[in-house]
């Protein structure tokens, strides 16, 4: 049983960090300048003053608002236009976790006193840490995190040489 399930358990963890690496390496800075440049304190406030159940349905919205979007790109990848398809579906995932996450960071402390929250919540932590635990997602890391090394050092050959050209053009 052991044989079977750690080559899943390496696929499970690769296709996990890859996707969660991607959309969150983007989503990540794009939660923190929504959250410097707009300020909308008053909806803030809002949001903030919400009873714990009324706080849970919030997290509805994107979802609902945003959920249609993948058939819309599914459909246009499969009609040849796969280019729009993949910007369609990854702009929407990309808002989608934004907003998500900022509801989730104005809401956590009202979330966990909802039982069934709390709980879901703290299994979806252990099953998070017991995956990042695992050999496979140490691999993973490891060459997600030499992957990043080498665009960044790509990025400032490009730099170098860009300075390089403007200089020569002066």
Known sequence: ?????????YVLAAIYFLVDALFMAVAAPISRWVARHLELKRLRAWIRSLPPYPSLALFSVPVIILEPIKPVAAYLAATGQIVSGAVTFIIGELLKLVLVERLFNLTRDKLMRIPAFAWAYTKFTEAKAWLQATEAWRVIQALSSAARDLVTQARARLAGRFSKLAAFRD
């Open 1 to 9: 049983m052991k044989r079977i399930l750690k080559p899943i358990t």
